[in-house]
């Protein structure tokens, strides 16, 4: 009998997807995964719990392995794209990802970006729009400042836009085009 990690099996899968849910409900909110196994990343739990074989990926730092690719059952596409794009957040990729269109703004990428830390850092981001009271402070460390420069043109054009996620070794952290950053 095949024993597979809790991150590839749906109970626990429904569970994370709810955590990713709260994320991107309340931007900027730190969330963990208790029940993660020790040999599992937090990369590759977000990724299982988006992905499957009817929306593609890209991965232009080369982040996964080809049994991670095999696993997650996505296809590969390029970043201009790509549904999904896994990037290391500390450095800058040059691509336009998908932005949606007025009649269809949900068929732009999410961007999961892999940095050092959340909840400390040396970018420290207030936060405001839907989802935060007044306003919500996240501080990242291991984010290149051109990644948020690059979000605001992204999302200049409301609907049209892309979300983040941010995930790091033990926590995840969503921030969604409607919400409104300023760098402090």
Not at 4 to 10: E, F, G
Not at 82 to 105: M, N, Q, V
Not at 127 to 149: A, F, R
């Amino acid at each position: 009998m095949l024993n597979l990690d809790p991150v590839w099996q749906p109970d626990s899968q429904q569970g994370y997807f709810r955590l990713l849910l709260e994320a991107m409900s309340y931007p900027g909110k730190c969330l963990e995964v208790d029940d993660l196994p020790k040999d599992e990343s937090m990369t590759m739990t977000v990724l299982a719990t988006l992905l499957d074989n009817e929306v593609s990926l890209s991965d232009p730092h080369t982040l996964l392995i080809e049994r991670d690719w095999s696993m997650l059952q996505v296809k590969p596409e390029s970043d201009e794209q790509a549904d999904y794009i896994l990037c290391k957040a500390s450095e800058l990729s040059d691509f336009e990802p998908k932005l949606g269109t007025l009649s269809s703004p949900e068929k732009s990428a999410t961007i999961v970006l892999l940095v050092d830390k959340l909840g400390e850092g040396e970018h420290k981001l207030k936060l405001t729009g839907p989802g935060i009271k007044n306003s919500e402070v996240l501080y990242i460390k291991g984010l290149h400042s051109d990644w948020l420069l690059k979000r605001e043109n992204w999302n200049s054009s409301f609907p049209l836009g892309v979300d983040y996620i941010f995930v790091d070794d033990k926590s995840f952290a969503a921030l969604p085009r409607t919400t409104k950053v300023e760098i402090m």
